[in-house]
């Protein structure tokens, strides 16, 4: 799993065995810095403004965890860590908010500086996430696709998948289309989705 720097000039690598730093500019890409982790990270990714770098670490064994770094001109120095059991999580697109969902439920945190800040959580299932491009709403899916409204915590609509003969229907991937008005779900038997949303309403 791989993520980009917004200006392009790095790249972050996350691996069984940790998480890499490379430098991309020119034709030969350099390996700035490679830090271990004991149980893997997963979903590596910056900020908006490039500041800071998140992954996460899969629940095995031990708990899971979120991570947080600076981004440094020596490099990655880890800024912060919290102990939970993701399964997934996103950044929101204005780099506010974050959220990590499991089979049970989705935790959601401020992040200021690169520092976690827990804000609540919803007991809503969630293995897939995805913010919609004005950080107001958060897509969740599980066993169904719920949308939920982040001032107040509240599901303001929901979408069932269809069953599977053999399983639950189960959505593994979402991603808001960038107008906002677009949902794209990928079901567990890669049956696609492409859902249709309400326009925001119109401000008085």
């Not at 064994?61 to 120095?77: F, I, R």
């Not at 007991?123 to 107040?152: C, H, M, W």
């Not at 639950?168 to 989705?193: E, K, M, S």
């Amino acid at each position: 799993m791989a993520g980009f720097s917004p200006d392009a000039r790095h790249l972050l690598i996350a691996t069984s065995l940790g998480i890499e730093l490379w430098e991309v500019v020119g034709e030969s890409p350099v390996l700035r810095q490679k830090l271990p982790q004991k149980w893997g990270l997963f979903a590596p990714l910056f900020t908006p403004d490039g500041r800071y770098a998140l992954a996460f670490g899969y629940p095995t064994t031990n708990p899971g965890y979120l991570m947080t770094w600076a981004v440094t001109t020596k490099g990655l120095v880890e800024r912060d860590r919290v102990e939970i059991a993701p399964i997934t999580y996103a950044l929101s697109p204005d780099g506010k908010t974050v959220a990590a969902g499991n089979t049970k439920q989705i935790q959601l945190y401020d992040l200021t500086e690169g520092k976690f800040k827990p804000r609540v959580t919803l007991d809503i299932p969630g293995v897939a996430l995805s913010f919609s491009p004005d950080s107001r709403t958060l897509a969740a899916g599980f066993q169904a696709v719920k949308l939920i409204d982040l001032a107040s915590g509240q599901v303001t609509r929901e979408f069932s998948l269809p069953e599977m003969p053999s399983d639950v229907a189960r959505a593994q991937q979402i991603a808001y289309h960038p107008d906002g008005r677009h949902l794209f779900v990928v079901n567990a038997n890669h049956t696609i989705y492409f859902l249709r949303l309400a326009p925001p309403p119109k401000a008085p």
